[in-house]
């Protein structure tokens, strides 16, 4: 099963403009990871976040995590076009195997150009 | 660091026959391997997870007789499709981690399968 919802499942906007993509989870969670997907591809670990960090960044991409509200957002800035791609988040939804994960829906993202 | 090979990339073949799915670990020694389906435009479903040396703990509805795992090496873990029909036809894709705790995962590139 999912931990979570993605939202929006996808997204088209232009090449420089800045993309958000949110992410809802239902249990209690030690860290929440995003990773991206290029099409017929492997996943791609981008960043993970802690649960008791609130906001990370990387480059281009800004992550923030709300526990009470069980979200996290991904925000990435001066998008182009190589950052087409399929974007999850994933938890380990507290489980006793720190290590397993469970992926949300995901938002495909296209950077027209 | 932390490279993942899948191999095969893409598989056609013919309904009933059994395809294995090759993992491995380039460059660090895998304790605990995943293995993920996808469908077009959906999420990763973890199957089942393989322990180095041990029988792989399967999530709740994949059959076990269906998808064979075996992690015999701290490189490599397999992963046979048995008897697949065209319901099996999905995207494989498998992660490795070198203990326990480690985060993230590191993914292969994914196999696309095709049973006709």
């Known amino acids: 099963s999912q931990q979570g919802e993605e939202d929006p499942q996808a997204l088209s906007i232009q090449e420089g403009e800045n993309a958000t993509m949110n992410c809802s989870y239902k249990?209690?969670?030690?860290?929440l990871q995003w990773y991206r997907q290029n099409s017929g591809r492997g996943l791609v670990h981008l960043i993970l976040?802690?649960?008791?960090?609130r906001e990370k960044h990387s480059g281009r991409l800004r992550v923030t995590l709300d526990t009470s509200k069980k979200s996290s957002s991904l925000l990435i800035t001066a998008s182009r076009a190589a950052d087409t791609a399929s974007y999850f988040c994933?938890?380990?939804?507290?489980?006793?195997?720190?290590?397993?994960?469970?992926f949300g829906s995901g938002t495909r993202l296209s950077i027209r150009p | 660091g932390a490279v993942v090979s899948q191999h095969p990339s893409w598989v056609i073949c013919k309904s009933g026959t059994s395809v294995k799915i090759e993992c491995r670990s380039l460059?660090?020694?895998?304790?605990?391997m995943f293995w993920y389906r996808q469908f077009p435009k959906q999420s990763l479903m973890l199957m089942a997870t393989?322990?180095?040396?041990?029988?792989?703990?399967?999530e709740q509805g994949v059959e076990k007789d269906k998808f064979l795992i075996n992690h015999a090496s701290l490189t490599l873990s397999t992963l046979t499709v048995t008897s697949a029909h065209p319901e099996d036809s999905s995207f494989y894709i498998c992660?490795?981690?070198?203990?326990?705790?480690?985060?993230?995962?590191?993914f292969g590139d994914g196999t696309r399968l095709s049973i006709l």
């Open positions: 460059d660090f020694q895998a304790t605990t």
């Open positions: 994933a938890t380990d939804a507290g489980y006793s195997s720190a290590s397993k994960i469970i």
């Open positions: 393989s322990n180095e040396g041990s029988k792989a703990t399967y």
């Open positions: 992660s490795a981690i070198r203990d326990t705790f480690e985060q993230p995962q590191h």
């Open positions: 976040i802690r649960s008791n960090e």
């Open positions: 249990t209690s969670i030690n860290n």
